[in-house]
């Protein structure tokens, strides 16, 4: 068993490499640690309510790191847990601002960094949390998102409806070349000003219906195109776009969504890049979810993108 708090799970025999599981191999970040894959939890719900959403998503990194325990490790990755960061008061740009200090520490300190969603109001604390670990390079970063939603609406307080915005505007005063990217978007769940701010920021962005087996090789030569002048990528998943079917437990379920064998081969193109620099899973809502059926593909995509991540930065 784990002694990190929130891990533990099946052990096999015999306990060697070939039957590590996460819960085995996780341990608490400490500062001066070999790099490898560390894991940051943001308890919040602020965004989704202030976005008139259906709220749960704080508990998600607790359930994120039940599902991830008992996934096998693929790798020789360090693996640490650094914790998580609660909004229990309200004050979303607080919590937003504690995280991204976070964040900043373990991209400092060489981690490929995970963030453990709460809403997708993570989204704008970790691109702050990337700013500051660039200080004062300036160099070409993408957002990849996979989502129903642009997440672009502009309102008098932050929520998890705005933080692309908020980032591009961001970005923008900082000098830092900014391109995003999304994936899944349902012309369903996005008003009209949503597509012309898209339109007017120069989003470039793939419907979900346009989405499908037999476009997805030609969609994956495109991004592997566009992601050849930039120089490091945020990548960021909204459970929400992926089938209501396949992701139950979520503040706004998708009428259509992105399937699994579309969303993984766009994530390895992401990975393979060599390019990426953090991750993060946003709006898995568990008191919304069945048999932990959303909580479980969250996993595995986080899971997934890890390994593929630490293959190319390796070269394995």
Same mark, same amino acid.
């Given at each position: 068993?784990?002694?990190?708090?929130?891990?533990?799970?099946?052990?096999?025999?015999?306990?060697?490499? %070939?039957?590590?599981?996460?819960?085995?191999?996780?341990?608490?970040?400490?500062?001066?640690?070999?790099?490898?894959?560390?894991?940051?939890?943001?308890?919040?719900?602020?965004?989704?309510?202030?976005?008139?959403?259906?709220?749960?998503?704080?508990?998600?990194?607790?359930?994120?790191?039940?599902?991830?325990?008992?996934?096998?490790?693929?790798?020789?990755?360090?693996?640490?847990?650094?914790?998580?960061?609660?909004?229990?008061?309200?004050?979303?740009?607080?919590?937003?601002?504690?995280?991204?200090?976070?964040?900043?520490?373990?991209?400092?300190?060489?981690?490929?960094?995970?963030?453990?969603?709460?809403?997708?109001?993570?989204?704008?604390?970790?691109?702050?949390?990337?700013?500051?670990?660039?200080?004062?390079?300036?160099?070409?970063?993408?957002?990849?998102?996979?989502?129903?939603?642009?997440?672009?609406?502009?309102?008098?307080?932050? %929520? %998890?409806?705005?933080?692309?915005?908020?980032?591009?505007?961001?970005?923008?005063?900082?000098?830092?070349?900014?391109?995003?990217?999304?994936?899944?978007?349902?012309?369903?769940?996005?008003?009209?000003?949503?597509?012309?701010?898209?339109?007017?920021?120069?989003?470039?962005?793939?419907?979900?219906?346009?989405?499908?087996?037999?476009?997805?090789?030609?969609?994956?030569?495109?991004?592997?195109?566009?992601?050849?002048?930039?120089?490091?990528?945020?990548?960021?998943?909204?459970?929400?776009?992926?089938?209501?079917?396949?992701?139950?437990?979520?503040?706004?379920?998708?009428?259509?969504?992105?399937?699994?064998?579309?969303?993984?081969?766009?994530?390895?193109?992401?990975?393979?890049?060599?390019?990426?620099?953090?991750?993060?899973?946003?709006?898995?809502?568990?008191?919304?979810?069945?048999?932990?059926?959303?909580?479980?593909?969250?996993?595995?995509?986080?899971?997934?993108?890890?390994?593929?991540?630490?293959?190319?930065?390796?070269?394995?």
């Amino acid at each position: 068993m784990s002694t990190v708090d929130g891990w533990g799970g099946r052990v096999d025999l015999p306990e060697d490499a %070939s039957t590590r599981r996460w819960h085995q191999w996780v341990r608490r970040a400490q500062a001066g640690a070999a790099p490898g894959v560390a894991l940051l939890g943001f308890a919040c719900d602020e965004g989704v309510r202030r976005n008139h959403g259906r709220v749960g998503a704080k508990d998600g990194p607790v359930a994120l790191r039940k599902m991830l325990s008992n996934l096998p490790v693929l790798d020789a990755a360090p693996l640490y847990d650094a914790g998580t960061v609660d909004c229990t008061d309200g004050d979303l740009e607080a919590a937003q601002s504690r995280y991204a200090q976070r964040l900043a520490a373990l991209l400092d300190a060489g981690h490929f960094a995970v963030g453990l969603g709460g809403g997708h109001e993570i989204a704008f604390a970790s691109w702050q949390g990337l700013a500051q670990h660039l200080g004062t390079r300036r160099p070409r970063v993408a957002i990849i998102n996979i989502d129903a939603h642009f997440d672009l609406r502009r309102q008098d307080e932050g %929520s %998890s409806g705005t933080p692309f915005l908020q980032a591009i505007e961001h970005a923008q005063a900082l000098g830092i070349d900014l391109q995003y990217h999304v994936y899944g978007i349902s012309a369903a769940a996005n008003t009209r000003v949503l597509f012309d701010t898209a339109d007017r920021l120069g989003v470039r962005y793939v419907m979900d219906d346009q989405l499908n087996l037999l476009t997805l090789a030609a969609h994956i030569e495109q991004l592997q195109a566009r992601l050849a002048d930039v120089d490091l990528i945020y990548q960021t998943i909204d459970i929400d776009g992926l089938p209501h079917a396949m992701a139950p437990g979520v503040s706004a379920p998708a009428a259509r969504g992105l399937p699994l064998e579309v969303v993984e081969p766009l994530l390895d193109a992401v990975a393979a890049t060599g390019k990426l620099r953090l991750l993060d899973v946003a709006e898995l809502s568990p008191p919304l979810d069945r048999d932990n059926v959303t909580a479980r593909v969250a996993a595995r995509l986080i899971h997934r993108v890890c390994h593929a991540a630490w293959q190319a930065r390796t070269g394995a």
